[in-house]
C-alpha cells in the first residue's frame, strides 16, 4: 500500500467519522432519542457507519483479481509451452500484455496504477486506491449500497436539526449541520448515480471499461453479436453475485460467436 492510498483511507475514515459523531453530539432527532433513552436508532445508526468504514478497507484493500504469474506456470504444466485457458475447448490462444508480459485471461485488462493486469477489468477507483475488477466488484456494490443507506439517513438527521432563521447566531449554531447537509447530498448523488450505472452494467454483464471503449477492444469489436457475454438479466445478475469461482470468459465467448443465428 502505498503513501497515496494511506492518506486517501485516512481521509475517508476521517470524513466519516467526524460526519457521524457530529450528527451525534449535535441537536438533531439522534441526539433526541438519545435523551429520551431511545437508543436503538441512534446505534443502528452508528453500526452502518462502522460497517460503510469497514466494507471500504475490504472492498480497498482485497486482490481485485490480478492475473498472477501461476496462472501461466499451471498453463505450463497442463499444456507444455502452449497458451491455452484450462477447461477450454479448442486452442483459444491469449493475448500477452505489453506492460507486464502476462497471458491476459479475456475481459482483464493492464492498470497503470496498479501495475497489474485485472481479470473482468471495471475501472480503477480513486477513492478506493485500488482497481474494480472480478474478485471484489460484487463486494464493490455492497458497499455502495451501505454507504447509499448511510448517506440517507444521515441526510435526514441532519436536516432535522436545521431550524432557519436570518442572523448571523442562526448560522453560527448551524453551520456544522449545513455544511454536512451539503456534503452528504453530494455523496449521496455520486453514490446513487454509481450504483445505479454499476446495476445496469451488471444486468447486461458488460463493464466499464466495456461499455466506454468498446470500439477499441479487439474481442468486442470482432464479435458478431453486441454483447457477447450478455445471458440475460437473471443469469447474468446469479453469476455476478453467487458464482465463488473465477468464470472462463473466452468459453462463453467463443460459443456465442459460433450459435447458428
Not at 502452449?82 to 475481459?107: A, H, N, T
Not at 435526514?156 to 448571523?168: C, D, I, K, N, T
Not at 457477447?228 to 456465442?256: M, V
Amino acid at each position: 500500500m502505498g503513501p497515496g492510498g494511506r492518506w486517501v483511507r485516512a481521509a475517508h475514515t476521517a470524513l466519516s467519522a467526524a460526519l457521524a459523531l457530529g450528527l451525534l453530539l449535535h441537536r438533531t432527532d439522534l441526539q433526541k432519542q438519545e435523551e429520551r433513552g431511545e437508543l436503538l436508532q441512534p446505534l443502528i445508526f452508528v453500526l452502518l457507519v462502522l460497517c460503510s468504514i469497514l466494507l471500504y478497507f475490504k472492498v480497498s484493500l482485497m486482490d481485485p483479481g490480478f492475473v498472477k504469474p501461476e496462472e501461466e506456470v499451471k498453463e505450463g504444466e497442463d499444456k507444455g509451452q502452449g497458451v491455452v485457458i484450462p477447461q477450454l475447448p479448442g486452442d483459444i490462444k491469449l493475448r500477452r500484455c505489453g506492460y507486464c508480459l502476462l497471458k491476459q485471461p479475456m475481459r482483464a485488462k493492464h492498470c497503470q496504477q496498479c501495475q497489474h493486469c485485472v481479470r473482468r477489468y471495471d475501472h480503477h477507483c480513486p477513492w478506493l486506491e485500488n482497481c474494480v475488477g472480478e474478485r471484489n466488484h460484487p463486494l464493490f456494490i455492497v458497499y455502495l449500497s451501505v454507504q447509499l443507506v448511510v448517506l440517507l439517513w444521515g441526510g435526514h438527521v441532519a436536516w432535522s436539526g436545521l431550524y432557519f432563521e436570518q442572523s448571523r447566531e442562526w448560522l453560527q449554531h448551524n453551520i456544522f449541520l449545513l455544511v454536512s447537509f451539503l456534503l452528504i447530498l453530494i455523496f449521496t448523488i455520486v453514490v446513487l448515480l454509481l450504483l445505479v450505472s454499476h446495476l445496469y452494467l451488471i444486468s447486461c454483464n458488460t463493464t466499464t471499461w466495456e461499455f466506454m471503449s468498446h470500439h477499441r477492444i479487439s474481442y468486442l469489436r470482432h464479435s458478431e453479436l453486441e454483447n457477447p457475454f450478455d445471458q440475460g438479466i437473471i443469469l447474468n445478475l446469479w453469476r455476478f453475485f453467487c458464482s465463488r469461482h473465477l468464470t472462463a470468459w473466452e468459453k462463453i465467448y467463443f460459443h456465442k460467436n459460433t450459435e447458428p443465428v
